[in-house]
């Protein structure tokens, strides 16, 4: 499956009788899946389909779903009230003796108010349920759009996160490398601080000393920290190279990355481990940044 960003904007518009319909998709970051939707009065209707399409084909991020729709008002139609011309044509015979009987012109017809009404054409049943069936095709395409958009941005995205990854790898080797955790450095380190103490100090206890000198050196270790590295490493590759819905696993690693970092900082007894642990830092800042942007 392909990685996908969370930013995305899509638009698709069409005709469909005397109606033209627009749809304007945009999606940005988000934890979760939340759309704001926005429909022409008299489409509410097709709210329960549209959010159905939505969240079967996203699983996060802010969206906002909006329909315009115009309908060409030129048309109109003539309806003749029948009830009223029956009314005037009744009229005409009753005072035919009465009155010139010359023949009833359609001009004079059309100027008696209420014999013939001009309004807005009405599209039939059939017509409307072809144009909803129009518009959620519109909306279809469009989310195909969004979709291809966000799939665009996120196989970039999977390039730059391989690169922060390989980055990280890169400094972990650098830790594990660093000559400061040699067993024969540590010994070394180690026996010219406990003899820095015992120089003309008498009071303390030579075998105490070095056992906790020994046990000071087990918990400055960083081989557990470094082992947990390299297994966030591998996951994390594994992760972009599976793709789909990865951005909440990825940002988990992110937090486990940080920590291992953080430890390796605190527990360094050299300069060169200590600068590389802060860098390690930074890069997993500019990981975890953009993660932030993954479905």
């Known amino acids: 499956m392909a990685l996908q ?7 698709r518009e069409g005709t469909s009788g005397r109606s033209r319909w627009a749809w304007e998709l945009r999606s940005v970051n988000g934890k979760g899946l939340d759309f704001r939707l926005r429909l022409p009065p008299g489409l509410e209707r ?14 996060r991020g802010n969206l906002q779903v909006g329909l315009s729709l115009s309908v060409d008002e030129s048309r109109v139609e003539a309806v003749v009230n029948q009830d009223a011309l029956a009314t005037v044509l009744a009229l005409r015979g009753q005072l035919a003796g009465v009155v010139d009987p010359a023949p009833l012109r359609l001009d004079t017809l059309l100027a008696i108010r209420g014999i013939v009404e001009f309004k807005e054409a009405e599209e039939s049943e059939e017509a409307l349920t072809a144009r909803d069936s129009e518009i959620m095709a519109g909306l279809e395409a469009a989310l ?4 291809d958009m966000r799939c665009a941005e ?14 990280i790898e890169t ?13 024969q450095e540590i010994a070394a380190r180690l026996a010219a601080q406990v003899a820095m103490l015992l120089d003309g100090t008498s009071g303390l206890d030579r075998d105490r000393l070095h056992a906790e000198a020994a046990l000071i ?9 470094i082992d947990r590295l390299k297994a966030h490493v591998t ?30 900082c605190s527990k360094s007894n050299a300069a060169a481990v200590t ?14 940044e953009q993660v932030q942007n993954l479905e």
């Open 144 to 147: 195909g759009d969004l979709s």
């Open 217 to 225: 050196a087990t918990r400055a270790d960083l081989r557990e920290e």
């Open 46 to 59: 097709l709210e329960t389909d549209v959010r159905k399409l939505i969240t079967d084909r996203f699983s």
């Open 171 to 183: 400094l972990t080797a650098t830790v594990e490398n660093d000559p400061s955790r040699s067993p």
């Open 235 to 264: 996951a994390a590759r594994d992760l972009i190279a599976k793709g789909g819905p990865i951005g909440r696993k990825l940002d988990f690693l992110a937090q486990e990355f940080n920590r291992e970092s953080n430890t390796i």
């Open 154 to 167: 996120g196989q970039a995205l999977g390039k730059i996160l391989l690169g922060h990854v390989g980055v």
């Open 275 to 288: 600068a590389a642990g802060i860098e390690l830092k930074v890069v997993i800042d500019q990981f975890r």
């Open 5 to 11: 960003s969370m930013t995305g904007f899509a638009r």
